[in-house]
């Protein structure tokens, strides 16, 4: 592949800034993954069998979305238009759709997922992680992972993302079965344990039960923490060693500290706050305190409908404060960092062959154009997987 306007190699061992930028480039791709990444006039002799010339379009990572709730029921349309003219959201919404993916068939659940990873593919995702949580009994998480599991490696068990219905002021008791039950029978087909550490929700001696129940199971733990409220999910996931604490949106002074402090990777959701008219997190400060930021899409049919990596892009630099280097570099090497990858989220020799070729000339106008459709061909492993004109 060569002709590229810019490309983001994510390695600044090979170009300019933490993106390693480098212009009038080319990339050699051999059996999956990146052979070779350097300026257009050094492209080894005989690297290349096929040569595709990009004509000076920009080129850059796919996109790791390192947060999603895909296999679900229904939508909440109804909810997301009442909330818009006047009532708040709180957590319970969720129930609406576990009610929607209980009565749903698992190839329903299958097509609409199938139909959301392609949507993503689309603009640019080449690797994405999925939850359950929308089941809440044993027999609709496992069916929730198994069915995820036909999607993606990066299956996470999210049994405990609200109390469902028939536990209603028995939240204790629900804990008591994702320990006893859903974590031994479900973790064989999930890779991630998560929770949601918020009021409304479980406290912190659930959340930690919960997380720690998992890691017991050999699952990595994530949370949705500081999302609705300043709470004890990002400091529990700092002490946990958690990959990733997600939403982030109500941070304190020690809450940042603590991250900056440890491993854990800070995801931030601007397309959750944009639909429930939230704050957004305080992405410009953590960045400038030195935590690791990553930038993930959260679709879900409740507060964040949507799958688009460059939208989350653009509305991290016009309304979180990051800069567009910042803001690509959160949506693939950030979000690597998050599911504790480094094969993707990244255009360096070794890496997977995850590519996205803009129709523009540099990454900057994914936030410069908000809401145009400039991913016009994606690379997996190597091999295309996704071109504008294939649809027409």
Known sequence: MDGIGTLVTNDPTVGEGPLGLLRDAALVLREGKVAWAGPSSRVP????????????????????????????????????????????????????????????????????????VAEALRSGTTTIECKSGYGQTVDHESRSLAVAGRFTAETTLLAAHVTPPEFAGRTDDYVDLVLSRMIPECASSAKWIDVFCEEGAFDRDQSKAVLEAGMAAGLTPRVHGNQLTYGDGVRLAVELGAASVDHVTYTTDADIEALAGGTTVATVLPGADFSTRNRYPEARRMIDAGVTVALAADCNPGTSYTTSIPWCIAVAVRDMHMSPDEAVWAATAGGAAALRRNDIGRLAVGSRADAIVLDAPSHIHLAYRPGVQLVSQVWRDGRPAYRADWAS
């Open 45 to 116: 002799e005989g690297a290349a069998h096929r040569r595709v010339d990009v004509a000076g379009r920009s080129v850059l990572p796919g996109f790791v979305d390192s947060h999603a709730h895909l296999v679900f029921g229904g939508d909440r349309a109804a909810d997301f238009e009442a909330r818009m003219t006047g009532r708040p959201y709180s957590a319970g919404g969720i129930r609406t759709t576990i009610a929607a993916t209980r009565g749903a068939t698992d190839d329903d659940l299958a097509a609409n997922m199938g139909r959301l």
